[in-house]
């Protein structure tokens, strides 16, 4: 059973810059892996996705040109870079990874592994 650990969250200021970072307990290498966010009162929302088996980085508008999702297999660990911070970027931020060798997308339903989340609150 995969686990993960999301920590790096905490409150900044708008135009300021955290790094979220997402420790797995497996080699993730071969997973697909994304960062979700879910701010109070909204349905959770696909932030950026990392697809390990084509090759891709994918990122929902809104963060696209600011938010970095990169991974380092070696350390098991997922990190998105969040830069330009916004107010409306204020959320609970959650990875998911999926099983081994299998494809992902925007939406939560390929990820049967999440973590506990981590709070980023943006004051403007």
């Known amino acids: 059973q995969l686990q993960l650990v999301e920590s790096g969250g905490a409150s900044v200021q708008a135009g300021g810059s955290l790094r979220l970072s997402c420790a797995a307990s497996?080699?993730?290498?071969?997973?697909?892996m994304a960062w979700f966010r879910q701010a109070p009162g909204k349905e959770r929302e696909g932030v950026a996705i990392?697809?390990?088996?084509?090759?891709?980085?994918d990122y929902t508008d809104s963060v696209k040109g600011r938010f970095t999702i990169s991974k380092d297999n070696a350390m098991y660990t997922l990190y998105l870079q969040m830069n330009n911070l916004k107010p409306e970027d204020s959320a609970i931020y959650y990875c998911?990874?999926?099983?081994?060798?299998?494809?992902?997308?925007?939406?939560?339903?390929?990820?049967?592994?999440w973590g506990q989340g981590t709070q980023v609150t943006v004051s403007s």
């Open positions: 990392l697809n390990s088996i084509i090759g891709i980085t």
């Open positions: 998911a990874a999926t099983v081994p060798n299998y494809t992902c997308n925007m939406g939560s339903s390929p990820y049967p592994y």
């Open positions: 497996a080699a993730i290498s071969n997973r697909c």
